[in-house]
């Protein structure tokens, strides 16, 4: 509250509107708001995957096979030439057989910032080639994290992968929402025979462990059905059990909120109930449930997740993070090939930003924090 | 007290059943049967089986019946003989396949809840005491990257990074030697030696979110009257922190048993389908992909008691550990 009380006096924050006061709660909040903005860098990259990748990413490459990452340099032998990096040619060991990479330092190839690369359609519409990095010699791709056994790009499969996961986590969590906020409204809000009913539901669904209904509702899904109706499918499996949480949470606010005096004197006057609960009750807790679906989107992504590495989820070509670990399924091609792991680290990321942020979301909206 | 017991065994029945039902109706969703698969296995390896055969093979295992049909003799001869089925693929009474798996997979869960509860107690009294110092800002940045960590991937790290430098195999729960050897001490003593690192790996994520929980109950315990009248009355701080505010703080540890075991359970599947452990899971995802319906129905039912039953568990200890619940 520094703010409100250091430039304009008591007005301001009386007269902060309940949004504003968990606004200035929240910057307070360091690990939030790093949070926060790493969430907001993933879902740019989600919104225009093209831009961000720099090879193809279904291309496959038969002369790049686990070609290892290459880093950006900025001087070379000469001194400051700007980002560039050192491309390597496939050479074979002669008695293995195995792949070796042999740097060629001569050969270095200048990266251009906002350059030409393969053409892809930015937001599903408008046709371009420019991405944010490019390699100046298409004949020499750029490889920032590596390639799998295909020769495909690691890193612009990453950026690909991200669309696919982090939608199905706002898609899943919306339609939890839909039925968690119906549900436990209509429990919480009429109480009684209605609310025991509901709740036994919502007891049963949460007392289900979620990962084998999860597999025998997937494997019931058709392998080779289209990529959209796929992906519907799952977010539709995954919002199965994941609406009882968001349904509690909904429940007992209503609960604590139905003896209210602002609520009774709504009743007194005469306002309908569909008006007491969506324009006198939804508002006061608004700031909860964005917290609550804050913290069940990571769930949701960890979830995707792992059904697809194990083969249940989304199918290749589709690309998400869970298809693209499968990559890294046995400890041989990790052995290898450890750069693998890169799309865990995408996971990792962003789950921890999303859990960071939905933390100091639910600090920032609780008027009784301190 | 007992008749709080006798209502929740009660409410039991009738969700046992609800699961068996879902089990059942889970695993025959998948169009096709297990006829119609394994005549498409069969014909990958160009064995060719003509319609009458498959329509034999189909009476013989009772798929060409109604659903409900199916579902009653299927409940019926568990209640009445305990039998579980056939497995087709394996062509072996289902109860035979099953037990061992799911006494390990048992195992597995609870040297895991165990092993949560032992780790994250202290960590989370710890972390609320010296709140804002730097083993808190420590314990909490770990236990939000425990908390992102999906486990099957923590479980391919370990695994590389024991190939890569240890040069050693940790998938697996027993050693070669006592793959297939009975039940003896020695066979124990090799199932310990193996099992701690599933336990640590699972145990990774429960962690997290119970220091979390602890951290933030024993914080609103901390600053309560009571604990400043205990201080004022010269108790030493250790034992006053053991006697009181732990004391209450506890709860909802008690009543996270109901959502830690589903948890765990779910979470043991994709690490025990990682580090190939001989548990339900590997059994259960390949008897779902080959439609052998009574074995992974088996293993569904099974898995869903198991919670339920966790879920029951936690009721009463609540009870017991804290009178105001019983009386609602």
């Known amino acids: ?370 | 007290m007992l008749r709080f017991i006798f209502k929740r065994v009660l409410w039991m029945i009738p969700a046992l059943f609800a699961v068996s039902f879902l089990a059942f109706v889970l695993i025959q969703l998948p169009p096709g049967d297990f006829v119609t698969n394994y005549v498409a296995t069969l014909a990958a390896s160009n064995e060719i089986i003509d319609q009458n055969a498959a329509d034999a093979l189909r009476e013989r295992f009772g798929l060409g019946e109604p659903m409900l049909l199916q579902y009653g003799k299927w409940i019926w001869g568990i209640l009445v003989h305990g039998d579980f089925g056939t497995s087709f693929e394996w062509q072996q009474p289902v109860g035979d396949l099953v037990w061992e798996r799911m006494a390990l997979t048992l195992t597995l869960t609870l040297s895991t809840l165990v092993a949560t509860w032992a780790i994250a107690l202290p960590i989370g009294i710890f972390s609320a005491v010296r709140k804002y110092t730097i083993g808190d800002y420590i314990v909490t940045s770990i236990s939000f990257f425990g908390l992102a960590i999906p486990s099957f991937l923590l479980a391919l790290v370990l695994m590389y990074i024991a190939v890569v430098i240890f040069g050693q195999d940790v998938s697996g729960l027993f050693s070669d030697e006592y793959q297939n050897a009975p039940w003896t001490w020695a066979k124990v003593a090799d199932l310990i030696h193996h099992l701690w690192i599933p336990v640590i790996i699972l145990a990774v994520s429960g962690t997290a979110s119970l220091i979390r929980v602890m951290r933030a109950n024993l914080l609103d315990e901390l600053n309560k009257p009571y604990v400043t009248t205990a201080r004022a009355k010269g108790l030493s701080e250790f034992r006053l922190l053991m006697k009181y505010p732990v004391r209450i703080a506890l709860n909802p540890f008690i009543s996270t048993i109901a959502w830690l075991l589903p948890n765990l359970v779910s979470g043991s599947i994709v690490v025990a389908v990682v580090l190939n452990l001989p548990t339900a899971a590997p059994l259960l995802l390949q008897s779902l992909l080959a439609q052998d319906m009574y074995l992974a129905g088996a293993f569904v039912l099974l898995i869903c008691t198991l919670t339920l039953i966790g879920s029951l568990v936690s009721d009463i200890l609540l009870a017991i550990a804290d009178p105001r619940i019983r009386l609602e």
């Open chain 1, 1 to 370: 509250m520094t703010e409100a009380t250091t430039n304009a006096g008591p007005p301001r924050l009386e007269v902060a509107s309940q949004s504003k006061l968990i606004w200035w709660a929240f910057r307070k909040h360091k690990l939030a708001m790093a949070g926060l903005i790493v969430v907001a860098i993933l879902y740019v990259i989600a919104a225009m995957p093209g831009f961000f990748a720099i090879n193809d990413p279904s291309a496959q490459n038969a002369r790049t096979p686990f070609h290892p990452p290459e880093a950006i340099h900025l001087w070379s032998d000469d001194g400051f030439v700007g980002p560039h990096f050192v491309p390597s040619k496939l050479k074979r060991d002669p008695d293995t057989l195995a792949a070796i990479y042999v740097p060629e330092p001569e050969k270095a190839v200048r990266l251009v910032l906002f350059g030409h690369g393969y053409s892809y359609r930015l937001f599903g519409l408008i046709e371009t080639d420019r991405h944010l990095f490019a390699s100046s010699d298409p004949k020499q791709p750029f490889f920032p994290f590596g390639t799998d056994r295909l020769g495909r790009c690691v890193w612009s499969r990453i950026m690909q992968g991200a669309q696919t996961s982090l939608s199905i986590g706002l898609v899943g969590v919306a339609l939890s929402l839909i039925i968690g906020v119906i549900l436990g409204g209509i429990s919480g809000y009429f109480g009684g025979r209605i609310d025991f009913a509901i709740q036994r539901v919502v007891e049963f669904v949460l007392a289900l462990p979620t990962i084998p209904i999860w597999l025998a509702l997937a494997a019931a899904l058709p392998q080779d059905w289209p990529a959209t109706l796929q992906y519907m499918m799952i977010t539709i499996i995954l919002s199965l059990t994941g609406w009882a949480h968001l349904a509690r949470v909904v429940r007992g606010r209503f609960l604590s909120l139905r003896t209210e005096e602002f609520v009774s004197a709504a009743r007194l006057d005469g306002c309908s109930e569909g008006r007491i609960i969506f324009r006198h009750m939804l508002p006061s807790f608004m700031s909860h449930i964005i917290a609550s679906i804050t913290l069940a989107i990571p769930a949701m992504i960890l979830a995707e997740t792992s059904l697809s590495f194990l083969g249940l989820g989304l199918q290749p070509p589709t690309i998400s993070w869970g298809v693209l670990l499968r990559e890294a399924q046995n400890v041989r091609s990790i052995a290898t090939a450890p750069w693998l792991f890169a799309p865990g680290g995408a996971v990792v990321l962003a789950v921890m930003a999303l859990n960071l942020l939905g933390d100091g979301l639910r600090d920032a909206a609780d008027p009784y924090n301190k």
